[in-house]
């Protein structure tokens, strides 16, 4: 569970990678989750222009809905039993998570500090914790 604080330190931190242009915030992730597991890569189509788009606006969608937990549950369980049928298993989870805490600290450069860390880290293990749930739950 997040605090107030963390949900209010991810989303003002979120807001300073709305000032940057989506594809290359995605580009940067992806490309740091690609070179640590190269095999995860052909789980994604080959051109990820797309894939981009999606992943920024699905961040976007959770992180403007932190504090409506409820709101976002149900998504991160539909979007949890899609990515089933894309091969992606328990361990997937953690390697997104290391990539994408990496992408945030690069992006965010002198902005990044612990409190910050922690909270982007409680935020990433809460979504993930309902995929994972959602995902186990739909094998059963």
Request: with cysteine.
């Amino acid at each position: 569970m997040m605090t107030e604080e963390q949900i209010t330190l991810v989303k003002n931190s979120w807001k300073i990678f709305g000032n940057i242009d989506p594809a290359i915030v995605a580009d940067v992730f992806y490309t740091k989750l690609f070179f640590d597991n190269p095999r995860l890569r052909r789980m994604f189509p080959k051109y990820m222009n797309l894939q981009y788009k999606k992943l920024i606006d699905m961040l976007t969608s959770i992180i403007t809905r932190l504090d409506k937990t409820d709101e976002i549950d149900d998504d991160l369980k539909a979007l949890a039993i899609r990515h089933v049928d894309y091969g992606v298993k328990r361990e997937h989870y953690a390697l997104v998570g290391e990539a994408l805490i990496w992408t945030l600290e690069k992006g965010l450069g002198n902005d990044w500090n612990d409190k910050l860390k922690e909270a982007w880290l409680a935020c990433y293990t809460m979504i993930a914790n309902i995929m994972i749930n959602a995902a186990e739950n739909q094998m059963v």
